[in-house]
Structures are given as structure tokens and as C-alpha cells.
């Protein structure tokens, strides 16, 4: 059987990623949250259990079940299990999400969000599900108060995209409201 994973940031974007087979997916009992570490001095993406709360994403199938290239992807994470918390379409049982674990994340430091990879996470949700969608990652998303450094002159995420005045705008926008 093929396993999946759930993405809920970058990986929504698929200009970030090559996995063919892919899909809309909700997860329960979960949101998202920035969250710092020793590793580095920005924050990571990461999911805590939340009851009553549900995010939205893409799974895709790994294929041949070769974790390598994304466990690589997604240094400073766990994979977990979160197979029957997906609703979803797909001819899928065996889904993994990744997870900073929770003896790793740190309460203090200087650390910040790039708005280049920000803006990778919010043209994934645009394009998968409209507006609203990108509007939904902000509303399901907790951290809010970790300072934004502004890297678009110069990304520093190294699958940043090109987006347009009005995906710009968009992010922009969304952030106003959170920060």
C-alpha cells in the first residue's frame, strides 16, 4: 500500500514540489503553529493537536513509499501518523503529517518568519483554494506575533516563487490583519 503525507504549508504549493498525485485534504483536531528552535533562527511551520479545530491541505502519495528525499525536505520534523484524523478522497489509510516535536520547540529567542517562504505558503493556499483558502491558513494558523523579516528583494527560502502584485497584495493584507 502506498503511503501519503499531509502538507500544510509550503507543500500546498505545488511549484514547490514534484509529487503527482495529490489532493484537497482536511485535517482534524489540529492547527497550525510557528514555533521556534535551536536549529535555526527562523521559525518552523508546524501542527499541534487542537480538539474542535481542523486545517486544510493536500496529501500526496509517496511514491514507491522513498521517504528519503522528503524526510530530507523536512529536516528539524517528525513524520506522525494522522491516518484517520484526513478527511479526504483519495485511495489512501496510511498518512503521515510532520511535526517539530514538542521537546525541541523553544519558548524565547530571536527569531523570525520570512516572508519569502510566507509568501510560498499563501500562493499554495490561493491556488488550491481561492481566497478564502489563503484567508482560512491565517485564521487556523497561531504565532502570529513572531516578527516578519522582509526577504523578497532576496529570498532566503530556498523554493521561493515569483508571485504578482496581487498575490503580493494578498499576503500582505492577510498579515495586516494578524500582526
Known amino acids: 500500500m502506498t503511503p501519503w503525507f499531509f502538507g500544510y504549508g509550503s ?10 498525485q ?6 482534524n483536531g489540529w492547527r497550525r503553529v510557528w514555533v521556534r528552535t535551536e536549529v535555526r533562527d527562523v ?37 506522525r ?9 483519495a485511495p489512501a489509510s496510511d498518512i503521515a503529517a510532520y511535526q517539530v516535536p514538542v ?16 509568501d510560498v505558503v499563501v500562493q499554495g493556499f490561493a491556488n488550491e483554494f481561492g481566497p478564502a ?9 497561531d504565532g502570529w506575533d513572531t516578527p516578519v523579516l522582509d526577504d523578497r528583494a ?7 516563487q515569483t508571485l504578482n502584485p496581487q498575490e503580493r497584495a494578498l499576503t500582505d493584507r492577510l498579515l495586516a490583519q494578524v500582526q
Open 11 to 20: 507543500l500546498v504549493n505545488r511549484a514547490t514540489q514534484s509529487y503527482p
Open 22 to 27: 495529490t489532493q484537497a485534504a482536511r485535517l
Open 81 to 89: 501518523d494522522v491516518s484517520g484524523q484526513i478527511t479526504h478522497n
Open 133 to 141: 483558502g489563503a484567508e482560512a491558513f491565517f485564521a487556523t494558523t
Open 154 to 160: 532576496q529570498p532566503l527560502y530556498p523554493r521561493a
Open 43 to 79: 521559525v518552523f511551520l508546524s501542527i499541534h493537536p487542537s480538539p474542535g479545530h481542523s486545517i486544510d491541505g493536500l496529501i500526496a502519495a509517496v511514491p514507491n513509499a522513498d521517504w528519503a528525499a522528503l524526510d530530507l525536505r523536512e529536516t528539524g520534523y517528525a513524520r
Open 103 to 118: 521537546q525541541d520547540q523553544r519558548v524565547g529567542g530571536a527569531h523570525h518568519i520570512l516572508l519569502s517562504y510566507l
